[in-house]
């Protein structure tokens, strides 16, 4: 199965041209990378190099299969920065009830604040009849 470390492992090699100095910069043994990149060509059914002895160059596929996985780990480092976001409210939607009084006084001050330190959070007003 296809997994985010064999994208981010691939495209180390495929930068780098040479496996030892990648396992070094992923903080990983040369075998289990070596196994790894393997295991990636043998999911895709291609290979993403060519090998003549420890020299590596990218194959037309490889060449293709770096700038999908460079856009799919840029896509999955956004996907994983929205949902923190989301997390500590940073993005979704307000629903704000206010009494008319406020709605002239403190709401457009306050809602101005909100709105500049949280763009991406949709506020909704609902303005409220008094309780007696």
Known sequence: MLENRHLRYFVEVAKCL???KAAERLHIAQPALTQNIHQ???ELGVELF???GHRLTLTQAGQVFLNEAEAS???FDHAQRAA???ARGEVGKLALGF???AGLSVV???LQRFQSSYPDVQVVLHEMAPQC
Request: glycine letters at 0%; hydrophobic letters at 30%; charged letters at 25%.
């Open 40 to 42: 990636l060509e043998e």
């Open 84 to 86: 923190q976001r989301a």
């Open 108 to 110: 457009p001050h306050t």
């Open 18 to 20: 040479h496996v030892t």
């Open 73 to 75: 780990l840029l896509q």
């Open 99 to 101: 009494q008319s009084m």
């Open 50 to 52: 060519h090998r003549e």
